[in-house]
């Protein structure tokens, strides 16, 4: 069974940083591009960032980029979002959410959600 | 990049009714549309792939259809299950953008 487990979520400053883990089990995790999609309170989905399944290509939204890291550890499973001089809009709940193959296809697995709250 | 837009943004029907979603996209995606269901405080769950592709397990009461930049997803016979949010998302090119989202309420 395909388990996507997100951790890390919490209460941040603006300006401050965060890193969210997702913990992947029940298929071959090096096989599949990996993405974060997130949704703040309320609101619509929104797509952050995708990391293919060898880590060597990515993609951001622009609302992220130059401020999100995204990056994989295959031997532990496990993707990663490091975000830098957070924002009040980055508010949301990440979700960990795997492609189901290479080239076009949709998201087919997600996590449970791990929420992000950036205020003072 | 490209625009998802979807109508109506609020939906009011009963049970066993039929009932239409519209997505547009703002330029040529062909076939590369998903369709989402999302439930209050869950992670949303694809339904259908490549705009017309029914995913294992979702009951056939749903079904999409469109090419291009117009697509459709029908819900045929209403459950009470299926009241939810749907979301579409074009899967052509980065970024995967999501229409956002239609509520599906009981009239």
């Known amino acids: 069974e395909v388990q996507l487990v997100e951790s890390g979520g919490t209460l941040v400053q603006p300006g401050g940083s965060l890193r969210l883990s997702c913990t992947a089990s029940?298929?071959?995790?090096?096989?599949?591009?990996m993405n974060w999609v997130r949704q703040a309170p309320g609101k619509g989905l929104e797509w952050v960032s995708i990391?293919?399944?060898?880590?060597?290509?990515?993609y951001y939204a622009d609302s992220v980029n130059g401020r999100f890291t995204i990056s994989r550890d295959n031997s532990k499973n496990t993707l990663f979002l490091q975000m830098n001089s957070l924002r009040a809009e980055d508010t949301a709940a990440y979700y960990c959410?795997?492609?189901?193959?290479?080239?076009?296809?949709?998201?087919?697995?997600w996590g449970q959600g791990t929420l992000v709250t950036v205020s003072s | 990049d490209i625009q998802m837009t979807q109508s109506p943004s609020t939906l009011s029907a009963s049970v066993g009714d039929r009932v239409t979603i519209t997505c547009r996209a703002s330029?040529?995606?062909?076939?590369?549309l998903a369709w989402y269901q999302q439930k209050p405080g869950k992670a949303p769950k694809l339904l259908i792939s490549?705009?017309?592709s029914l995913r294992s397990g979702v009951p056939s009461r749903f079904s999409g259809s469109g090419f291009g930049t117009e697509f459709t997803l029908t819900i045929s016979g209403l459950q009470p299950d299926d009241f939810a949010t749907y979301y579409c998302?074009?899967?052509?090119?980065?970024?995967?953008?999501f229409g956002q989202g239609t509520k599906l309420e009981i009239k």
């Open positions: 990391i293919s399944g060898s880590g060597d290509v990515t």
């Open positions: 029940g298929f071959t995790f090096s096989s599949y591009g």
């Open positions: 490549e705009a017309s």
């Open positions: 959410v795997r492609k189901e193959r290479v080239g076009v296809a949709p998201f087919d697995y």
């Open positions: 330029q040529s995606i062909s076939r590369w």
């Open positions: 998302q074009q899967c052509s090119s980065y970024p995967y953008t």
